[in-house]
Nanobody, 125 residues
């Protein structure tokens, strides 16, 4: 069971990036999925989550309206479209799995069963 996030990079403020997360060893379709991030000197924080069906999403206030989480269960992938990026969005971004279907409601890292390897996003001013 493994998650691999990719798509990070360096972008100027106001720009956009699309992160992807590929799952292996299990099917995404049975799990709530989410994105968390950890900025320099900060604790890991919730960014967004999506229910197993894709019908429900939840966003941190700091990214609401700028980020969009989505999933393609057929491709076994999770995505995070980020726009209007600011330097405060600089962080390592992690994808996460919760097969108990709590994450989209709780937005809690404690409900994550599997963490992916992170991908670095750096936003320059």
């Amino acid at each position: 069971v493994q998650l691999q996030a990719y798509g990070g990079g360096l972008v100027q403020a106001g720009g956009s990036l699309r992160l992807s997360c590929a799952a292996s060893g299990f099917h995404l379709s049975g799990s709530d999925m989410g994105w968390f991030r950890q900025g320099p000197g900060k604790e890991r924080e919730f960014v967004a989550a999506i229910s197993w069906s894709g019908g429900t999403t939840n966003y941190a206030d700091s990214v609401e309206g700028r980020f969009t989480i989505s999933r393609d269960n057929a491709k076994n992938e999770l995505y995070l479209q980020m726009s209007s990026l600011t330097p405060e969005d600089t962080a390592v971004y992690y994808c996460a799995r919760d097969s108990q279907l709590r994450l989209v409601v709780t937005a809690e890292g404690g409900d994550v069963e599997v963490w992916g390897q992170g991908t670095q996003v750096t936003v320059s001013s």
